[in-house]
């Protein structure tokens, strides 16, 4: 698994089987494709990209990964992100952790590149993400693993197919050799004996590693994890928090991993964001995190149900909305 290949890109791009899916995966929210959750990049958002020439990289290697500098982002009046700084550093694990609808999904789509920041700089590898053509977000999103909430397996590809499919669409490998990578990739998650059953045979736990496989098909430089633990069980989570150590250690690769099991995923980070409210609220080791008493990191850390994280959804005052709606 350590060895990198040289990819050629096919020029079969558009022309793809069509697959049913399982759930759906990945895409643009701006331009909906049917294609599910792999490292295709059909599903490539050109509409509002800002065309200026992109900058040369690979940044240097003591350079963060993934730079993110005064961030805003907003969905209609909701404001998601204002004035957001963050690095993710190369080689490590790093968590981002907050309350449900902070935007820590919308944060992973806006470092691929799925939606476009507001206002601010997002670089990935040296790369200022909003300035990439079409083809250069395609190139950099191969080299980036995503393994979102949803698996998004082909649910007609047998195991190996789905593991196959990035390497098919993106390579000019000979069948022994993808054969090979595709059981290596197999093997690292622990189901190459698996290699032969179909998407619906499997356990969610076993969806989850089938899944990680594909996102390591390319060899990716970072993965991208949301919520990777969600519905597993104890059992199934504690693999798959060993699993993205391990990946992460054994390649060489660059981890970012948002998670509500704080616990488990504080167990494996190196570094860890708390964001809440559009905003960073405590950033550090697991250690530091643990020692600071802030009311927002305490009451997400320790779960509690009384703090600064509102329960309700910004409304207007509700007897303002009931008179509204008893005049309608
Ligand atoms: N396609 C969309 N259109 C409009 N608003 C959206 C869309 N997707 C997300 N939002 C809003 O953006 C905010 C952040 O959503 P996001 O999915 O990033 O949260 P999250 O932190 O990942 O939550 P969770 O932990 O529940 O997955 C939420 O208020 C949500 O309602
Ligand atoms: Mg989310």
Redesign the pocket.
């Known amino acids: 698994m350590a060895h990198q290949i040289q990819y050629q890109t096919m020029a079969r791009r558009g022309s793809g089987a069509r697959h049913s899916v399982r759930e759906q995966g990945v895409g643009s ?1 701006e331009h909906p494709h049917p294609t599910p959750q792999v490292p295709t990049c059909l599903a490539a958002s050109e509409t509002d990209r800002v065309r200026e020439p992109a900058p040369s990289g690979p940044a240097p290697e003591d350079a963060p990964i993934v730079r993110i500098r005064g961030l805003s982002y907003r ?2 009046s ?1 404001v ?1 992100f204002e004035d957001l700084d963050l690095d993710i550093r190369r080689g490590a694990v790093t968590a981002v952790m ?10 992973l ?1 806006l470092i691929t590149g799925q939606l476009q920041p507001d206002a601010g700089s997002i670089e990935v590898d040296g790369l200022e993400v909003r300035r990439l053509d079409k083809a250069e977000l395609c190139r950099l999103r191969r080299r980036m693993g995503m393994l979102f ?1 949803a698996n998004a397996l082909l649910t007609d590809l047998s195991v190996f197919d789905n593991v196959a499919y990035p390497l098919r669409e993106h390579t000019r490998l000979s069948p022994t050799l993808l054969r090979k990578l595709v059981l290596m990739k197999l093997e690292a998650v622990g189901l190459r004996g698996a290699r032969d059953l179909m998407p619906s045979e499997l356990s969610g736990g076993m969806a989850r590693r089938v899944a990680l496989a594909r996102a390591i098909a390319l060899d990716p430089m970072m993965i991208l994890y ?2 990777p633990f969600t519905g597993q069980d104890p059992i199934s989570m504690g693999m798959l928090i060993q699993l993205i150590r391990q990946l992460n250690d054994a390649v060489g690769l660059t981890s970012i991993v ?1 998670s ?1 099991d704080v616990r488990e995923t504080a167990g494996i980070a190196d570094y860890l964001y708390v964001i809440a409210q559009g905003r960073i609220v405590a950033r550090g080791t697991p250690a530091e995190i643990a020692e600071d008493r802030s009311d927002w990191v305490r009451q997400f850390m320790d779960g509690l149900p009384d703090g600064p994280v509102h329960f309700h ?1 910004p409304a207007p005052p509700l007897d303002q909305d009931l008179r509204l709606r008893g005049a309608a």
Do not use: A, F, M
Request: glycine content about 18%.
């Open positions: 929210e969905r209609g909701l998601i907050g309350p449900s609808g902070t935007g820590k999904t919308t944060l789509k909430q949301d919520e948002v509500h959804y």
